[in-house]
């Protein structure tokens, strides 16, 4: 069976849990349209994130990257269109690395678009009740660096289809920030369902609003 791999991310930031990882875990070996899961957990680490997501693209040769991160204060499953050639931590990572506006392939191009068919993921999202938007910016810090590493990686590999998504906190993160919106687990789980389901599904995208003025 073809593989997909799923990424999430370790806790960073002052969080004991990660709700990334929580939601990729619980579909490690799901088997979905005739495709095994394969989760992997990544450190929030510029540098060495990349270097990990890569040798699981190497072991597995996946039909599909999703990639998932917290982005805490968001409220909606944000379905991410491009990624930056900087990294710029607000904070350090885990390891201690906070690079300032540093490219993250000084031979690469400024940007990548993600090659999941987002507007089409974001529709079938919310079909199923479920909140869920367009991100125009994955941010300066791990996600959008790994975001970027993945895009790079892939951009050799035109038959392997790869994304960025990011979350909102879960419940149990929420009530120690005040006025943070959040979003269950179960949902988050079947929003990263639907978003393998609907890549497999459709080859190119659909033509559906989805941009911001902001
Ligand atoms: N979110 C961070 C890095 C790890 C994560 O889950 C980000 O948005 O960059």
Known sequence: MPNILLTGFEPFGGESI?????????LDRASIEGHNVV??????????????????IEELNPAIVIAVGQAGGRSAISVERVAINVSDGRIPDNEGRQPVDEPINPN?????????????????????????????????????????????SLASRRDIRGGFIHIPFIPEQAVRHSGQPSLGLRDIIK???????????????IEAIGGSIH
Not at 18 to 26: G, L, R
């Open 39 to 56: 989760s992997r957990l990544i450190p929030v680490a510029f540098g060495t994130s990349i270097d990990l997501l890569k040798k699981s």
């Open 18 to 26: 990660n709700p990334s990882w929580e939601a990729v875990k619980q």
């Open 108 to 152: 690469g191009p400024v940007a990548y678009w993600s090659t999941l068919p987002i507007k089409a993921v974001v529709k079938a999202i919310r079909e199923e009740g479920i909140p869920a938007e367009i991100s125009q910016t994955a941010g300066t810090y791990v996600c959008n660096h790994l975001f970027y590493g993945l895009m790079d």
């Open 191 to 205: 929003a990263i369902e639907i978003a393998v389901r609907t890549t497999l599904t459709y080859e190119a995208d």
